[in-house]
């Protein structure tokens, strides 16, 4: 189970702090990955971290602006999101690659983020 908070309104250049608290299975995390879905766009992926690894990527879009990070001991990945832009507005969402799997198998609720200009 996946637990995703710290959306918001903020004005443009502007920080957040999202959070992803897992529960349950987290000893066979492989992948856990931000996505992000604004208005009458598909879903992207925007960020993701290996559980144990630690090894990262983001798109290219929010590199320099946002860092994926985690905390193994509190089961928890964090996305900080500096320098905001109206283009980040969407819902994000955090999600779970289980080792073995391909895809993304469990998801959080989402979290709504609002820049505005």
């Known amino acids: 189970q996946l637990q995703a908070c710290g959306g918001g309104l903020v004005r443009s250049g502007g920080s957040l702090r999202l959070s992803c608290a897992a529960s349950g299975r987290t000893s066979s995390i492989y992948v856990v990955g931000w996505f992000r879905q604004a208005p009458g766009k598909e879903r992207e992926l925007v960020a993701a971290i290996g559980w144990s690894s630690r090894t990262t990527s983001d798109r290219d879009s929010v590199k320099g602006r946002f860092t994926i990070s985690g905390d193994n001991a509190k089961n928890t990945v964090y996305l900080e999101m500096n320098s905001l832009e109206p283009e980040d507005t969407a819902v994000y969402y955090c999600?779970?690659?289980?080792?073995?799997?391909?895809?993304?198998?469990?998801w959080g609720q989402g979290t709504q983020v609002t820049v505005s200009s």
């Open positions: 999600a779970a690659r289980m080792a073995g799997q391909t895809s993304y198998e469990y």
